[in-house]
C-alpha cells in the first residue's frame, strides 16, 4: 500500500501563485514516475504535469500550463511538487497528486508496477 498526502491547495487571485506538495510513503522499492492531475467541474479529469523519477527527470506538460507551471520532486523525501504561477480562473478544479511505484516481488527480480491516487486538494483562482 501507498498513501499520497498532498497540500498546498487554496484560494488565490488571478496571477498569483500556489506550490502544491505530494509526500508519498508505504510499501514500494522505487518510484517511476510522479504526476499532477486535475478534474474541473464538468471535465474530465487532466494530465497537468508528470515528472521521471530517475535520471534528471524528464517532464511533460499540458499546453495549457507549459510557462506558468513547474513541476519537480525530491527524490530521497519522496515528494513531488507542482509550482504554479500566473494563476487563472481556467486552473480552478481539484488536482491530485499521481505516483506510479515498482516493486521486488520475488528472489529473482520480478517487478511490478502500481498506481496510486491521492484524496485530492482543491484550487480556487478568483477575485
Known amino acids: 500500500q501507498v498513501h499520497l498526502v498532498e497540500s498546498g491547495g487554496g484560494l488565490v487571485q488571478p496571477g498569483g501563485s500556489l506550490r502544491l506538495s505530494c509526500a508519498a510513503s508505504g510499501r514500494f522499492d522505487s518510484i517511476l514516475s510522479m504526476a499532477w492531475y486535475r478534474q474541473a467541474p464538468g471535465k474530465e479529469r487532466e494530465l497537468v504535469a508528470r515528472?521521471?523519477?530517475?535520471?534528471?527527470?524528464?517532464?511533460n506538460y499540458a499546453d495549457s500550463v507549459r510557462g506558468r507551471f513547474t513541476i519537480s520532486r525530491d527524490n530521497y523525501k519522496n515528494v513531488v511538487y507542482l509550482q504554479m504561477a500566473s494563476l487563472k480562473s481556467e486552473d480552478t478544479a481539484v488536482y491530485y497528486c499521481?505516483?506510479?511505484?515498482?516493486?521486488?516481488?520475488?528472489?529473482?527480480?520480478?517487478?511490478?508496477?502500481?498506481?496510486?491516487w491521492g484524496e485530492g486538494t482543491q484550487v480556487t483562482v478568483s477575485p
Open positions: 499521481n505516483v506510479r511505484v515498482q516493486r521486488v516481488i520475488n528472489v529473482e527480480g520480478a517487478t511490478a508496477t502500481r498506481e496510486y
Open positions: 515528472i521521471v523519477a530517475a535520471g534528471r527527470g524528464s517532464t
